[in-house]
């Protein structure tokens, strides 16, 4: 029987490709869930909304997806601190985080999802740039450069926060604070700031995603939907605040996902990450690569 | 020589690599005060946690009036009659005082509960804690030492035969940590087994009849409360080395 | 007031507002009608399991979409088959998947169990996507029968009275659960799981019944509305909508007690049914979505919380 390894093989890379993509979009959730406890179910409309000003740029001005994003980081960064602080007064500080904190965050994610309905209409929208259209081949391996080049970015974010969070002393008081807010105190660092600059960091990672995103497909707004659950899916699998976990389940996922799609046919796709995160909750809540 | 009410075998507790408890072994006899004393992180609370179901031993046993309680879960150790008041009160903020004795009366003890017999229960509990005025308040507007009473009342609300105080008077004036010593002495009298885990030493030693040490997750002392204190390991653990 | 005493009134009320819509002679405050109705039973059903228990269900469209489904399957397979028997069947197949995911998640914190019913819902809308006998991503056509088969009217009153009648039913079971034990297990859970698990409560035990309660209460609202939209596909039947407004009636109106869920499905649902027909249907929903968060920072005991004070 002709089994088709090239077909078998491509799907892995692409998988592989895909996989770097997911980490970066879920590393904005690993800080503010893993690491701070929040439930931001909003995060991927945070990217959506990377992907259109990336997209606004591109089609109006002539600029380069990436270089947008990295344009409007501080925007976002911005948005993410003042997000937090309603969040800390209204939810944090009255200790009502649970329902509240919840359904605020759906709220957002839902006023996202219609306000971009409103603006931009339901077609999908996509990027133009000159890197995009090739394609690099190694004998029958197919590395289609809208795939490597958002895994490049991921890869080089992921490690850029992966140092930051061990070398900088900012970097360590957000670790210290998701262990231990008293001795945070004590260290003279305030808890409650610490947390803002690093919810402010988590969504400025959601800009850059954003970018990659609409490079990787075209983007409409209830995309984000898809992404909840792949997000939340590689944060259980990988283990809470473990980057390199997030990053074997993200490679995990985008694997499983792209072989699935190549073999069972793409409208299967969004099943398998929630599949997984069903399943990684009913069996092994810790992670398949987390701390036991 | 009466069958012990609750007896400790060999029980271990880890936390990833930190053992938090090792090959404890206790007993404890119907109708005794039993002190339970120890440094901070020593594992007393985790030692409570185990018994009571809330954490799961990895190793040993533990038996209540002869029955073994291995895996059961600890809604099922209530209402056998084993119950605790946690250090930090945890109450029921929504509910209001009576209806928190409610949830225990309710779901605790043998009964249906209806009407009339629960309210009387609730009353009567609130009656014992003098805490009877407060019955339709929030656990938001009471003081400290109001929180703590209620934390026992609603321990007692399950009708236990083995009561675990946890740091019951950590904090208090020493007028307050009367009354709740007079409080535990009275359900004593009643026919309540008590552990007291107790930083205060003159409410510890005025109440037990039977004094352990727990240290660094080992019992270093068993025995009579005044032989106890005069051991030297306890000495040191206490003032350090 | 006992529970019987309202029960009486609730359905008094149930007739007098059939009677009344019916003197209104347009058959457009039927349409209308049921979808506060349907939402009057989903705030309810929800608000058992979230305002009640202190667990936030985001899946409603998937019990909510099983229910419609399991009323095509039936359509297709044993058309005679009552109405109300296939509501019947659309709230225990809701139930049961109720049960099985809370199984799966109800030992884990409340927010993995949050997170795992927006998972609920995407996988199954996948499999209904891809199951081509209830029509996959085409959808499915329903015929709407022409006449009410128990009185003088046309089958969109006969919709309306069943929906009214499920209201009353969510309604009462919310409202008996209320100060029953069940009620005092829910509330000590949600206040502190961990405190009423030492009070003896079998927190999961508990929290499954909730779960299926809930559950199967979404399943039954949704299990008419094939007949009610006669053209049925999953982005309609899964919509977000559902979602959103399930769980911003209840946060609207207050999660204390059964009144809330009425009061922000009537007000919120009555609210999206004249702005759709005025402004535009997205402009609304995002109006739905802007008062959840609204309200949501600023008055977190909903409008019941304005009054009592």
Known sequence: MDFPVDLLVNALVSGLLLGGFYAAVTIGVSISFGMLDIVNIAHPAFIILGSYIAYIANSVLGLDPILASILVLPGFYLLGMAIYHIYDVSFERRGDTSIRGLAFFFGLLFIAEVTLVLVFGVDYRLVEARYLGTTLHFGFIDLPMRLVVPFLVSIIMLVGLQLFMARTFIGRAIQAVAQDPLALRLMAANPSQIKRIAFGMSIATASIAGAILIIIQPVEPSIGREYIGRVFAICVMGGLGSFPGMLAAAVLLGVVESITSTFYGPSWSPAVAFGFLLLTLAVRPSGIFGRA | ?241 | MRNWTFVSVLIVVAFATFFGTRLVGNSYAFFAGYVVLQYIVLATAWNILGGYTGYVNFGTAAFFALGAYSTVVLHKTVPELPLPLMIAVGGIVSGAVGIGTGYLTLRLRGTFFSIATLAMAVVMQTLVTNWSFVGGARGVYVIRPDESPIFDGDYIEYLFLVMLALSVIAVAVARAIEHSRLGYGFAAIRDDELAAEASGVPTLRLKLIATALSGGFMGMAGAPLPYYVTYLDPSSGFSLTYAVNTIAMPLIGGTSMWLGPVLGAVLLGTLQQAATVTISSALSLLIVGVLLVVFVIAAPKGIIGWFRR
Do not use: W
Request: contains cysteine; neutral net charge; glycine residues 10%.
């Open chain 2, 1 to 241: 020589m009466s069958d012990p009410i609750l007896t400790v075998s060999g029980l271990g507790k880890r936390f990833g690599g930190f053992v938090a408890l090792a090959d404890i072994e206790l007993q404890v006899e119907r109708g005794e005060r039993l002190g339970l004393i120890g440094p901070n992180g020593s594992g007393k609370s985790t030692l409570v946690n185990c018994l009571c179901g809330t954490l799961r031993n990895e190793t040993g046993s533990v038996a209540f009036d002869g029955r073994k309680l291995d895996g059961l879960p600890a809604y099922r150790r209530i209402r056998l009659g084993m119950a605790r008041s946690f250090q930090l009160p945890r109450p029921f903020a929504s509910l209001t005082l009576a209806e928190n004795l409610r949830v225990p009366i309710l779901y605790a003890t043998g009964g249906q509960g209806r009407g009339m017999a629960v309210e009387r229960r609730c009353e009567s509990l609130l009656e014992m804690v003098s805490l009877a005025e407060k019955a339709q308040k929030l656990p938001g507007d009471l003081t400290q030492i109001e929180m703590r009473k209620l934390e026992l009342a609603r321990a007692m609300a399950s009708e236990p035969r083995l009561l675990i105080a946890d740091e019951a008077m950590a904090g208090l004036s020493p007028g307050e940590v009367d009354d709740i010593l007079a409080l535990l002495i009275r359900l004593n009298e009643q026919g309540v087994t008590i552990i007291m885990i107790e930083h205060i030493m003159r409410a510890v030693l005025a109440f037990s009849q039977r004094l352990v040490v727990l240290v660094a997750g080992r019992k270093i002392a068993d025995g009579d409360p005044q032989d106890v204190v005069r051991q030297p390991d306890v000495v040191e653990a206490y003032l350090g080395s």
